[in-house]
Every structure is written in C-alpha cells, then in structure tokens.
C-alpha cells in the first residue's frame, strides 16, 4: 500500500466516512474529467473499441507524462476480472500500434504520435478494491500495472490509493542499475558525474514501494503512478533534475533550486535542482521526499 491521495472536485469539506460509487461509470466519468490531476496521464479516448475476432471496449485510453500508452479499466467493487481484462488489451494494443498512433495524432497532433513511447506501455487498473492475490498476480506479469484503490468521501473529494505497482521489468541489482543510469554519463562525462548519476537513481529508487524508471532518450522519470522526478542529459559540471514539488513552498538557493514554472524544458516539475557533487546530493533527499509524497 503506497498512500491515499485526496482530490478535491468541488467545495465543501470531505465526510469522514468513505464510501464506494453508486455505480462503476460515475467512477470512470469523473476520473477521465481530472486524469491529468489524478493519473497524470492525458485522456484521449472513452469505450474504446477494439477491431479483433473476440472484441471489447477499453474504457480508457491516454498517454502518460512520459509518451507511454495507458489503458485505464473500472471497477465499482472488488472483481478478479479487471487484471486480466486489462491484459487482453495490452496485447491488442501491442498488435495494433497503427491504430492508437493515430489516435493520438487525431487528439494530440503529428509531433505526439512520433514520440509514443512504446517500450513502456502501461495498464492502470482503478477499483472499490483488490485483493492479496490481485496484489500478487500483477507481480507474475512483465508488464507495467498500477492497481488503485478508489472511495468516494461526500459528494465532492475522492481518494486514491495505490495498492500495488509493477514495473514492466525485474527489479535491477545495484550493478546493473548503475551500469544502465551510467548510459547519460556516456558523453564524454568523468568518473565523478557517473557516480553522481548513480547515487541520485540509487536515491530515488529507494524512496518508497512502487518507484519505477521509464528511460526517455533525453531523460530519466521516476515514478509512483505520476512522475515525481527527471534526470536530465548531465551538462558538463551540473545533473538537472526536475521535482513536481511546489516551488513556492521552498527556499529557493541560487545555484542550487530555481522555479522553472512555464518555462520549457524535458521532464516533468516546475522545482529545478542543479546537482554537482554528493554534497548537492545530501542537500536534495528532503526535496525528493517531498516531491515523492506529492506524487
């Protein structure tokens, strides 16, 4: 269990007595309505349906903050169903790659669509609840599945609640993350930059239950659901690293934190981090907790 997230749909002040929807599409309506917010993922399309022998209908499709594919499936209570239903459409997805890239080039334009990030599709499935075995089965599959628990508290907040969060890959020993991470350190980057880069992965990797890394080609996300932080390219004295932290709630240190608020760059977060040495490193761990409690 990774921790509950209350989001806020309207005024009012949430009930304390948490309670599930009335029906399965009230869930799946409000989500798509805020999956940004909640999911971090851009919505592109409800009741989607899919051209195969046996049929179905994805009841959302997205793409995420990092390019990846999301297929997102409802369910009111708890149902042994929803894993594998999910999966069905993970393997229509990987077959019909034609037919999700131009949906995205209808909804997001050309540029989106040359840019999916097919290595790391994603199945999210949201739920009244799972069970352990759910919990356990997800971990049997080398796919990338997100089961969240919903409740509904009043009429205006709904929680959700991370139960369990796979990767699509084994989790990497320490050498081996270190080797992959020491790819953006390849461009001519001395020894003391590629250890850097491997403590802020190492650092952020173990930050809590459920973190994975998606590699992009100009940088690497960590998340929990939603990213939470971006390591940049390393420049030739500074790593970049990007936090979904709130700039306004931080002292900002020249040389060290900036807002970067609307302002262009690759990765997610509007809270800069320049880190040069470990020192930097030992500085940043309360940002990353932070930026990692809000994703």
Request: overall charge negative; hydrophobic content about 40%.
């Amino acid at each position: 269990m990774i921790g509950l997230k209350l989001f806020t749909t309207a005024g009012g002040v949430a009930e304390v007595l948490p309670c599930l929807a009335e029906v399965e599409a009230d869930v799946q309506d409000l989500i798509e309505a805020h999956m940004e917010k909640m999911l971090g993922v851009t919505f592109l399309a409800s009741e989607y349906v899919i051209d195969c022998v046996d049929g179905g209908r994805i009841d959302s499709l997205g793409l995420d903050e990092n390019g990846a594919p999301v297929i997102v499936e409802y369910k009111r209570g708890t149902d042994a169903g929803v894993i594998n239903q999910g999966l069905y459409y993970m393997a229509w997805l990987g077959a019909h790659k034609d037919a999700f890239r131009s949906l995205v080039r209808d909804r997001l334009g050309a540029t989106a669509a040359s840019q999916i990030l097919w290595s790391a599709p994603r199945l999210i499935c949201v739920a009244g609840d799972f069970t352990r075995y759910d919990a356990h089965a997800v971990r049997e599959h080398r796919r990338s599945i997100d089961l969240v628990r919903y409740r509904y508290y009043g009429s205006d907040h709904i929680g959700l609640e991370t139960v369990a969060s796979v990767t699509g890959q084994p989790v990497a020993s320490r050498r081996v993350r270190r080797r992959a991470v020491g790819r953006l350190a390849a461009q001519g980057q001395d020894g003391a930059m590629a250890e850097l880069i491997a403590a802020v992965d190492e650092a952020l990797i173990g930050l809590g239950e459920g973190v994975t890394r998606v590699q992009r080609k100009q940088y690497a996300a960590y998340q929990r659901l939603r990213n939470f932080a971006c390591v940049c390219l390393p420049q030739q004295t500074k790593l970049l690293v990007y936090l979904k932290a709130n700039p306004k709630e931080v002292d900002l240190v020249a040389g060290f934190t900036r807002d970067v608020t609307g302002l262009g760059h690759h990765g997610t977060g509007d809270l800069e981090l320049q880190l040069r040495t470990e020192r930097d490193l030992e500085r940043a761990q309360d940002l990353f907790r932070l930026s990692y409690a809000e994703a």
